[in-house]
Protein backbone atom coordinates (compact mmCIF):
# COMPACT_ATOMS: atom_id res chain seq x y z
CA UNK A 1 0.00 0.00 0.00
CA UNK A 2 3.15 2.53 0.77
CA UNK A 3 4.61 1.71 -2.17
CA UNK A 4 1.17 2.65 -4.25
CA UNK A 5 1.42 5.95 -2.36
CA UNK A 6 4.54 6.92 -2.74
CA UNK A 7 4.87 5.72 -6.62
CA UNK A 8 2.42 9.01 -7.59
CA UNK A 9 3.53 10.99 -4.96
CA UNK A 10 7.22 11.08 -6.96
CA UNK A 11 5.64 11.13 -9.89
CA UNK A 12 3.46 14.26 -9.08
CA UNK A 13 6.87 16.10 -7.58
CA UNK A 14 8.98 15.05 -11.21
CA UNK A 15 6.11 16.01 -13.19
CA UNK A 16 6.20 19.78 -10.89
CA UNK A 17 9.74 20.21 -11.06
CA UNK A 18 9.77 19.78 -14.96
CA UNK A 19 7.28 21.82 -15.22
CA UNK A 20 9.04 24.69 -12.62
CA UNK A 21 12.16 24.15 -14.79
CA UNK A 22 10.25 24.52 -18.28
CA UNK A 23 8.67 27.95 -16.65
CA UNK A 24 11.96 29.43 -15.72
CA UNK A 25 13.73 28.69 -18.81
CA UNK A 26 10.66 30.02 -20.91
CA UNK A 27 10.97 33.40 -18.85
CA UNK A 28 14.62 33.31 -19.29
CA UNK A 29 14.27 33.33 -23.24
CA UNK A 30 11.65 35.95 -22.96
CA UNK A 31 13.77 37.72 -21.08
CA UNK A 32 17.13 37.54 -23.90
CA UNK A 33 14.22 38.51 -26.53
CA UNK A 34 13.56 41.80 -24.36
CA UNK A 35 16.72 42.58 -23.84
CA UNK A 36 17.30 42.21 -27.57
CA UNK A 37 14.91 44.07 -28.70
CA UNK A 38 15.81 46.79 -26.44
CA UNK A 39 19.85 47.11 -27.74
CA UNK A 40 18.72 46.98 -31.20
CA UNK A 41 16.01 49.99 -30.55
CA UNK A 42 17.25 52.36 -28.54
CA UNK A 43 20.30 54.58 -29.49
CA UNK A 44 23.71 55.51 -27.28
CA UNK A 45 23.12 58.68 -26.16
CA UNK A 46 24.13 60.73 -22.68
CA UNK A 47 23.09 59.52 -19.79
CA UNK A 48 20.34 61.49 -19.18
CA UNK A 49 19.12 59.94 -22.56
CA UNK A 50 19.86 56.77 -22.06
CA UNK A 51 17.80 56.10 -18.88
CA UNK A 52 14.84 58.08 -20.85
CA UNK A 53 15.08 56.02 -23.91
CA UNK A 54 14.92 52.60 -21.56
CA UNK A 55 12.12 54.17 -19.32
CA UNK A 56 9.79 54.64 -22.50
CA UNK A 57 10.62 51.36 -24.24
CA UNK A 58 9.24 49.32 -21.00
CA UNK A 59 6.14 51.42 -20.96
CA UNK A 60 3.06 49.12 -20.71
CA UNK A 61 5.24 46.21 -18.64
CA UNK A 62 2.88 44.98 -16.27
CA UNK A 63 3.23 45.86 -12.60
CA UNK A 64 3.28 43.21 -10.21
CA UNK A 65 4.61 43.16 -6.56
CA UNK A 66 7.55 41.17 -4.91
CA UNK A 67 9.07 40.04 -8.20
CA UNK A 68 12.36 39.43 -5.95
CA UNK A 69 10.57 37.04 -3.73
CA UNK A 70 10.26 34.14 -5.95
CA UNK A 71 13.32 32.16 -4.75
CA UNK A 72 13.78 30.12 -1.96
CA UNK A 73 17.11 31.56 -1.55
CA UNK A 74 18.44 35.44 -2.49
CA UNK A 75 20.15 35.12 -6.19
CA UNK A 76 19.88 37.49 -8.43
CA UNK A 77 16.52 38.05 -10.24
CA UNK A 78 16.48 39.32 -13.96
CA UNK A 79 12.88 40.14 -15.20
CA UNK A 80 12.07 42.56 -18.17
CA UNK A 81 8.34 41.09 -18.35
CA UNK A 82 7.12 42.49 -15.16
CA UNK A 83 7.97 45.22 -12.67
CA UNK A 84 7.44 47.32 -9.55
CA UNK A 85 8.66 50.78 -8.69
CA UNK A 86 11.85 50.01 -7.50
CA UNK A 87 12.88 46.97 -9.85
CA UNK A 88 11.81 49.62 -13.06
CA UNK A 89 14.09 52.19 -11.84
CA UNK A 90 16.73 49.29 -11.07
CA UNK A 91 16.65 47.77 -14.66
CA UNK A 92 16.16 51.26 -16.50
CA UNK A 93 19.79 51.86 -14.65
CA UNK A 94 21.37 49.10 -15.14
CA UNK A 95 20.23 48.84 -18.92
CA UNK A 96 21.02 52.66 -19.52
CA UNK A 97 24.58 51.67 -18.23
CA UNK A 98 25.44 49.22 -20.74
CA UNK A 99 24.51 51.29 -23.27
CA UNK A 100 27.63 52.66 -22.81
CA UNK A 101 29.36 49.08 -22.80
CA UNK A 102 31.41 48.42 -26.23
CA UNK A 103 29.26 44.79 -26.68
CA UNK A 104 26.31 44.87 -24.08
CA UNK A 105 24.88 41.69 -23.49
CA UNK A 106 23.37 39.43 -20.62
CA UNK A 107 26.12 39.29 -19.03
CA UNK A 108 26.89 42.85 -19.24
CA UNK A 109 23.63 43.84 -17.56
CA UNK A 110 23.65 41.25 -14.42
CA UNK A 111 27.18 42.60 -13.62
CA UNK A 112 25.70 46.17 -13.22
CA UNK A 113 22.36 45.35 -11.81
CA UNK A 114 23.97 43.47 -9.09
CA UNK A 115 25.98 46.33 -8.30
CA UNK A 116 23.28 48.77 -8.04
CA UNK A 117 20.64 46.19 -6.38
CA UNK A 118 23.03 45.06 -3.32
CA UNK A 119 25.44 46.49 -0.80
CA UNK A 120 28.59 46.79 -1.93
CA UNK A 121 27.34 45.37 -4.96
CA UNK A 122 27.77 41.62 -3.63
CA UNK A 123 24.97 38.83 -2.62
CA UNK A 124 24.98 37.77 0.43
CA UNK A 125 21.52 36.14 1.44
CA UNK A 126 18.35 38.57 2.05
CA UNK A 127 20.26 41.34 4.21
CA UNK A 128 22.91 42.11 1.30
CA UNK A 129 19.81 43.01 -0.85
CA UNK A 130 19.21 46.93 -0.40
CA UNK A 131 15.49 46.86 1.14
CA UNK A 132 15.53 50.49 2.16
CA UNK A 133 15.68 53.29 -0.89
CA UNK A 134 17.52 55.44 1.51
CA UNK A 135 19.82 52.73 2.29
CA UNK A 136 20.00 51.93 -2.08
CA UNK A 137 20.47 56.05 -2.04
CA UNK A 138 23.39 55.78 0.53
CA UNK A 139 24.96 52.82 -0.86
CA UNK A 140 24.81 53.98 -4.78
CA UNK A 141 26.38 57.34 -3.90
CA UNK A 142 28.96 55.62 -2.66
CA UNK A 143 29.35 52.90 -5.25
CA UNK A 144 29.42 56.04 -8.09
CA UNK A 145 26.37 54.84 -9.79
CA UNK A 146 24.38 58.05 -8.57
CA UNK A 147 24.81 61.59 -7.38
CA UNK A 148 22.50 62.62 -4.56
CA UNK A 149 21.38 66.11 -6.17
CA UNK A 150 18.78 67.12 -3.95
CA UNK A 151 21.12 69.21 -1.37
CA UNK A 152 22.13 71.82 -4.19
CA UNK A 153 17.96 72.11 -5.47
CA UNK A 154 17.54 73.69 -1.79
CA UNK A 155 16.58 70.32 0.41
CA UNK A 156 16.00 70.52 3.76
CA UNK A 157 17.45 67.84 6.01
CA UNK A 158 15.63 64.51 6.09
CA UNK A 159 16.35 62.41 8.76
CA UNK A 160 14.83 58.89 8.08
CA UNK A 161 13.60 56.82 11.30
CA UNK A 162 12.94 53.21 9.45
CA UNK A 163 11.64 49.94 11.27
CA UNK A 164 8.67 48.94 8.88
CA UNK A 165 10.14 45.91 8.04
CA UNK A 166 11.52 44.40 11.25
CA UNK A 167 7.70 45.34 12.62
CA UNK A 168 6.23 44.27 10.06
CA UNK A 169 7.97 40.87 9.31
CA UNK A 170 4.59 38.40 9.08
CA UNK A 171 4.19 40.34 5.58
CA UNK A 172 7.36 39.20 4.21
CA UNK A 173 8.24 35.81 2.81
CA UNK A 174 12.05 35.68 3.95
CA UNK A 175 11.10 37.11 7.70
CA UNK A 176 7.97 35.68 9.05
CA UNK A 177 9.89 32.36 9.64
CA UNK A 178 13.49 33.39 10.38
CA UNK A 179 13.62 35.55 13.72
CA UNK A 180 17.12 35.66 13.34
CA UNK A 181 17.22 37.53 9.92
CA UNK A 182 14.60 39.53 11.57
CA UNK A 183 17.61 40.71 14.11
CA UNK A 184 19.84 41.13 11.11
CA UNK A 185 17.04 43.67 9.47
CA UNK A 186 16.57 45.40 12.76
CA UNK A 187 20.51 45.84 12.91
CA UNK A 188 20.15 47.41 9.35
CA UNK A 189 17.40 49.58 10.15
CA UNK A 190 19.34 50.90 12.99
CA UNK A 191 22.09 51.62 11.11
CA UNK A 192 19.86 53.88 8.14
CA UNK A 193 18.30 55.96 11.14
CA UNK A 194 21.95 56.57 13.13
CA UNK A 195 23.19 58.16 9.37
CA UNK A 196 21.31 61.44 9.03
CA UNK A 197 22.72 62.42 5.86
CA UNK A 198 19.89 62.75 4.05
CA UNK A 199 17.84 65.90 2.43
CA UNK A 200 14.54 65.85 0.85
CA UNK A 201 12.63 69.02 -0.76
CA UNK A 202 9.25 69.10 1.05
CA UNK A 203 6.28 69.33 -1.66
CA UNK A 204 5.05 72.75 -0.90
CA UNK A 205 8.68 73.64 -1.93
CA UNK A 206 8.72 71.32 -5.21
CA UNK A 207 7.24 73.83 -7.78
CA UNK A 208 10.13 76.65 -6.85
CA UNK A 209 12.86 73.77 -7.96
CA UNK A 210 11.31 71.88 -10.47
CA UNK A 211 13.35 73.89 -13.02
CA UNK A 212 16.06 72.45 -11.88
CA UNK A 213 15.17 68.63 -12.32
CA UNK A 214 16.67 67.53 -15.65
CA UNK A 215 14.90 64.85 -17.66
CA UNK A 216 16.34 61.08 -16.79
CA UNK A 217 16.80 62.51 -12.71
CA UNK A 218 15.26 59.74 -10.32
CA UNK A 219 12.32 60.85 -8.47
CA UNK A 220 12.39 59.11 -4.85
CA UNK A 221 8.69 60.31 -2.51
CA UNK A 222 9.73 60.62 0.57
CA UNK A 223 6.85 59.16 3.12
CA UNK A 224 4.99 59.88 6.08
CA UNK A 225 4.13 56.36 7.08
CA UNK A 226 5.88 55.29 10.73
CA UNK A 227 8.79 53.28 9.88
CA UNK A 228 9.03 54.22 6.36
CA UNK A 229 11.08 56.12 4.47
CA UNK A 230 10.45 56.34 1.09
CA UNK A 231 7.32 54.84 -0.73
CA UNK A 232 7.50 55.39 -4.72
CA UNK A 233 10.76 55.88 -7.31
CA UNK A 234 10.23 56.83 -10.74
CA UNK A 235 12.22 58.78 -14.15
CA UNK A 236 11.72 62.38 -14.19
CA UNK A 237 10.47 62.92 -17.82
CA UNK A 238 9.62 66.81 -19.38
CA UNK A 239 6.53 65.83 -21.51
CA UNK A 240 3.98 68.02 -23.02
CA UNK A 241 5.59 71.24 -21.50
CA UNK A 242 5.37 69.86 -18.30
CA UNK A 243 7.73 67.61 -15.29
CA UNK A 244 6.30 64.33 -14.88
CA UNK A 245 7.99 61.17 -14.34
CA UNK A 246 7.75 57.61 -15.76
CA UNK A 247 7.06 55.09 -13.42
CA UNK A 248 5.69 51.31 -12.52
CA UNK A 249 1.99 52.38 -11.07
CA UNK A 250 0.66 49.85 -8.63
CA UNK A 251 -2.96 52.11 -9.38
CA UNK A 252 -2.52 51.53 -13.43
CA UNK A 253 -0.80 48.12 -12.65
CA UNK A 254 1.52 49.02 -15.61
CA UNK A 255 4.77 51.53 -16.63
CA UNK A 256 2.84 54.54 -17.83
CA UNK A 257 3.91 58.51 -18.25
CA UNK A 258 2.17 59.64 -14.86
CA UNK A 259 -0.34 61.81 -16.67
CA UNK A 260 -0.17 64.70 -14.18
CA UNK A 261 2.78 66.93 -13.37
CA UNK A 262 4.80 65.81 -10.08
CA UNK A 263 3.77 68.62 -8.42
CA UNK A 264 0.18 67.68 -8.56
CA UNK A 265 0.68 63.91 -8.09
CA UNK A 266 2.57 64.96 -4.84
CA UNK A 267 0.13 67.26 -3.13
CA UNK A 268 -2.27 64.51 -4.15
CA UNK A 269 -1.15 61.92 -2.00
CA UNK A 270 -1.02 62.72 1.81
CA UNK A 271 1.06 60.76 2.75
CA UNK A 272 3.64 62.16 0.54
CA UNK A 273 6.31 64.28 2.28
CA UNK A 274 8.60 65.77 -0.93
CA UNK A 275 11.14 64.24 -2.90
CA UNK A 276 14.78 63.42 -3.39
CA UNK A 277 16.41 63.53 -6.48
CA UNK A 278 19.24 61.10 -7.76
CA UNK A 279 21.12 62.13 -10.94
CA UNK A 280 22.80 59.27 -12.49
CA UNK A 281 26.35 59.43 -13.35
CA UNK A 282 28.85 59.41 -15.81
CA UNK A 283 31.02 56.61 -14.54
CA UNK A 284 31.79 54.10 -16.88
CA UNK A 285 29.89 50.91 -15.78
CA UNK A 286 31.39 47.62 -14.80
CA UNK A 287 31.92 46.15 -18.27
CA UNK A 288 34.17 49.20 -19.62
CA UNK A 289 36.55 49.04 -16.13
CA UNK A 290 37.16 45.33 -16.75
Not at 111 to 133: A, F, K, M, P, W
Not at 138 to 144: L, P, Q, R, T
Not at 178 to 188: A, G, Q, S
Not at 222 to 250: C, M, N, W
Request: charged share 25%; glycine share 4%; aromatic share 10%.
Amino acid sequence: MKTKIIIPILALFLIFSENLSAQVSSDWNQDLEILGKFLQSTPRSTVDSNIVHTALFFLNTPYVAHTLDTFDIEDLTINFRETDCLTFVENCLALSRILRCPNPDMDCFEQELRLIRYRDGVINGYTSRLHYTSDWIFDNVKKGVVEDITHALGGKKFNPDVSFMSENYPKYKYLKDNPETVKEIKMIEQEISRRGSYYFIPKQDIGAHQALIKNGDIVCFTSAVPGLDISHLGIAYRYKEQLTFIHASSSAKKVIINPEPLVDYCNKIKSNTGIIVLRPSSYNPTCVDE
